[in-house]
Structures are given as C-alpha cells and as structure tokens.
Nanobody
C-alpha cells in the first residue's frame, strides 16, 4: 500500500522555524522526484519546493527561496522541508508528493502549519 505521511506541522510564532518530514512507504522512494506544496485558506494548492531525482535540481515557488530548504534521505525514504522566518500568510496545509516526468503520482494527506502574529 502506497503511503506518504507528513509530520512536523504545528503552531509557530511569526519569525519562527519548522521542519516538516514526509516519509514514504509502498513504493521505491529513490525512483521518484519529491515536492512540497501548500494550500492556504481559500486558495489553490501551490508549489513550495520541488527536488528532482535525476540531477538534484531544486525549484522553489513564489517568495520562499532563501528561507526554505528541501532535501531528502533515500535511506530513510523521507523528504524534508525546513522553513525559517515564517510569516502569518504562510499558514496552510502542507503536502508532499512524489512525481516523475512532470506527473504527480502520489500525494500525502497534509500537515497543518499555523503561523501566529
């Protein structure tokens, strides 16, 4: 059974940091590129950061570059998202996914991140 399980979300004050984890099971994790998306209240799901499998190239969405870091540990079947200097507008449900050739194959259920003033 394929599973992507996010963890590490919670409530943090503005300017604070969080590290999210997404652990995979049921498929060959090392064979997939991984990304983090978020969905803010009332908005569409948007890319936060994507990490390609073949060349390790990273794509960051929007205004997050420099404050967020994506990395992966294939020995642990886990992808991480480290977030610093969080802003209240970044309150969202954060999702990880596994993809290849531009197509998302699997999604996790998401973890809530709330950034308070």
């Amino acid at each position: 059974q394929v599973r992507l399980e996010e963890s590490g979300g919670g409530v943090v004050h503005a300017g604070g940091s969080l590290r999210l984890s997404c652990t995979a099971s049921g498929f060959v994790f090392s064979g997939y590129a991984m990304s983090w998306y978020r969905q803010r209240p009332g908005q569409k799901r948007e890319l936060v950061a994507g990490l390609r499998r073949d060349d390790g190239e990273i794509e960051y969405g929007g205004a997050v570059q420099g404050r967020l870091t994506i990395d992966r540990d294939d020995t642990q079947n886990t992808v991480y998202l480290e977030m610093k200097a969080l802003k209240p507008g970044e309150t969202a449900v954060y999702y990880c996914n596994a993809w290849n050739y531009g197509t998302v194959i699997y999604w996790g259920q998401g973890t809530q991140v709330t950034v308070s003033e």
